[in-house]
């Protein structure tokens, strides 16, 4: 892998759960993974949705550019087939009945290069299934935190590596990739953040590759100032409380 991996498996299962737990009625209400089918589940992270993929009797295929996620998937689930690849390198071609993504789109820029790969894997008529945080909305708060601590503490503005369409934005790169597109939904998902450290356990996990031009000194005195400033706005007294906004949706590949 050319790219830095920024993962922390063990990190990502013991703070972020909720990821995949809060996702569990993808699979079984959008995806449908039927038996013998094939499915690709692009971005599995530690591979707890694609076990829960193989559960239904389909032949399930786990994919992500991060070694470290792989392997512990790999070790959670032995007779589970997983692979590491770029999702903008995809190596499929008509394999697959259904691609299904948990929380990974949002991560992969430029999302085009990505969905064309995906619509090759598919055959005709195949159906992607997917999450990722939708509108410009998603993590607002957070992103605003982070953004302010760097220019108060005179540091240079980082751009943030997501993206985050809103329906229109990615009903249209579905469409440009081959897609019908049958349903769309976005909607709030406010989502605890355990601990009285959680603001900073979500900004360690999740933001490492953002703030990486960062000094350790200078990262440590960001995330620290963040997370006052976040305080008012995403510290409900007991817990944090991200500001979450999840977009799905279900596309068909044209034959
Ligand atoms: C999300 O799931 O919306 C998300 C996760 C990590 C970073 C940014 C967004």
């Known amino acids: 892998m050319t790219q830095t991996d920024h993962w922390n498996a063990n990190h990502y299962q013991s703070r972020h759960a909720f990821v995949f737990e809060a996702s569990r009625d993808l699979v079984s209400g959008w995806l449908s993974p039927q038996p013998g089918e094939r499915v690709l589940d692009l ?6 949705l694609t076990a829960q993929i ?19 998937a790999q070790s959670q689930y032995p007779n589970l087939t997983f692979e590491i690849h770029d999702a903008h390198a995809l190596p499929y071609s008509a394999q697959f009945e259904a691609v299904f993504s ?3 789109m949002h991560w992969m820029k430029p999302l085009d290069t990505v969905l064309a790969g995906v619509s090759r894997a598919l055959i005709p008529g195949g159906r992607l299934a997917l999450e ?9 708060a957070v992103r605003e935190a982070v953004e302010g601590a760097l220019a108060e503490l005179g540091l240079p503005a980082l751009v943030h590596p997501w993206i985050f369409p809103s329906p229109a934005e990615l009903a249209a790169l579905l469409e440009n990739a081959g897609f019908t597109v049958e349903r769309l939904h976005l909607f709030k998902r406010p989502s605890t953040l355990s601990g009285e450290d959680g603001f900073r356990a979500w900004l360690s996990g999740f933001g490492s ?22 305080r008012p706005r995403l510290w409900n007294g ?6 979450y906004v999840r977009l799905r949706a279900l596309a068909v590949k044209g034959s």
């Open 43 to 48: 971005g599995c992270g530690t591979g707890e």
């Open 54 to 72: 193989a559960e239904s009797g389909a032949a399930v295929t786990g994919v992500d550019a991060s070694g470290q996620m792989i392997a512990t």
């Open 102 to 104: 948990n929380a990974a």
């Open 132 to 140: 990722m945080g939708g509108s410009r909305d998603n993590v607002f």
């Open 209 to 230: 590759g953002w703030l990486a031009p960062l000094g350790e000194e200078e990262r440590a005195a960001v995330i620290a100032r963040a997370e006052k400033l976040a």
């Open 238 to 243: 007991s817990a944090w409380v991200a500001d």
